[in-house]
């Protein structure tokens, strides 16, 4: 194990530029640890960091468009769902470094119905949106599945006498424009700040839940907990792919990571847990549960989870500590990633379309 100091000095080296506003808060959840006898919830604010809205991708900008300004780029090419958080982000990154974005978005499981939620934060950073449907891409994480439409996009830019850098989804993949796992390394950053946190609360984490899509955020907080927090276990809920799938990222870029820290060490199969259980019908597809997380969370903590990612991971954590997956007496730790802004094209859903009563 490292001093959070020296993993810090070394996280510290890299190119980044500050768009997120850090640390998070790391708190008690004291309504819902009173509604779950026997463990201590707490909960990481990484829904605040700032960054139009906050959520997870902001710790990622932070490296990735470092490296964006260090190519000599002045504009951003990435791609994600209608409703992509990640591609948010990006749009807010280069609109306060100056900078266009372009971005590929696939309809489904929302479909266009006029600008709602991360499309209309889209369009106020000014970002240049296409949208496509989904038809048969098959798995959008890797550039190798959209080349078809991020290729022509970025020739028409050059074309233009721009200069763009093409991200990859989630930022985390050493694909396209990218050659480390930049935005993986602000996670580190994290374990980081839950080290210290955690220290002046003095609590120590058994277990921290967290969503996991494209396997970043739990590569980074994984390698950064295996420096830093050797006893605290990183429980991945995917909302997408398969445990095996997932898992296979989360390797791969978790093992960049370290590689970059300068750390000997590779992560252990045990490291790395990914459960898929609770995908339900597929990625973004609502579901009751779903809707009983996001009601308890903001009811009992007045906390807003989302439909996509949080809210799943909510229902996973929930679930598995029912089932006795964590000791009892464990402190666990939700890391709220944000994705906030996706509630409100779930209205419906999640209100079952009724309205309140008009008094006339
Ligand atoms: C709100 C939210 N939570 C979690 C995730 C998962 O993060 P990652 O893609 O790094 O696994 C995402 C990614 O899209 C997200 O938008």
Not at 323 to 349: S, V
Request: proline letters at 4%; aromatic letters at 8%; charged letters at 20%.
């Amino acid at each position: 194990m490292r001093s959070s100091e020296s993993v810090r000095k070394k996280l510290g080296q890299f190119p980044h530029v500050p768009l997120s506003l850090l640390p998070t808060p790391l708190y008690r959840m004291d309504g819902m640890s009173a509604m779950h006898d026997g463990f201590d919830l707490y909960v990481k604010r990484d829904d605040q960091t700032g960054l139009a809205f906050g959520g997870n991708k902001a710790r990622k900008l932070d490296y990735m468009m470092a490296d964006v300004v260090s190519q000599g780029a002045d504009c951003v090419v990435t791609w994600g769902g209608l409703q992509s958080n990640w591609c948010r982000q990006v749009a807010a990154a280069a609109a306060k470094l100056g900078m266009r974005t372009s971005l590929a978005l696939f309809e489904g499981p929302t479909s266009i119905e006029g600008y709602d939620g991360n499309l209309l934060l889209d369009s106020l950073f000014d970002a240049d949106i296409r949208v496509f449907e989904a038809g048969d891409i098959g798995n959008m994480l890797e550039l190798a599945s959209v080349r078809h439409v991020i290729e022509p996009i970025a020739s028409e830019l050059r074309s233009e006498g721009m200069t763009p850098y093409i991200a990859p989804i989630g930022g985390s993949l050493v694909e396209g424009s990218m050659r480390g796992p930049w935005g993986a390394l602000g996670y580190v950053g994290a374990a980081i700040e839950i080290a210290d946190q955690s220290n002046e609360l003095k609590v120590q984490f058994d277990s921290v839940v967290l969503a996991t899509g494209s396997a970043g955020t739990q590569a980074g907080l994984l390698a950064g907990a295996r420096l830093l927090l050797p006893d605290t276990r990183v429980v991945g809920i995917s909302v997408y792919g398969s445990s095996a799938t997932v898992s296979g990222y989360v390797r791969a870029i978790g093992d960049r990571v370290l590689e970059e820290m300068g750390a000997a060490d590779k992560l252990q199969d045990r490291d790395i847990i990914v459960i898929d259980d609770y995908i339900g019908e597929g990625y973004g597809v609502f579901n009751s549960q779903v809707g009983d997380a996001i009601r308890t969370l903001a009811r009992s903590e007045g906390l807003l989870l989302d439909p996509v990612y949080t809210g799943k991971a909510m229902v996973g954590m929930v679930d598995l500590m029912h089932k006795g997956y964590f000791r009892e007496g464990e402190n666990i730790l939700f890391l709220h990633t944000g994705g906030t802004p996706a509630l409100f094209p779930y209205r419906e859903q999640i209100t079952d379309g009724l309205l309140p009563p008009v008094v006339r």
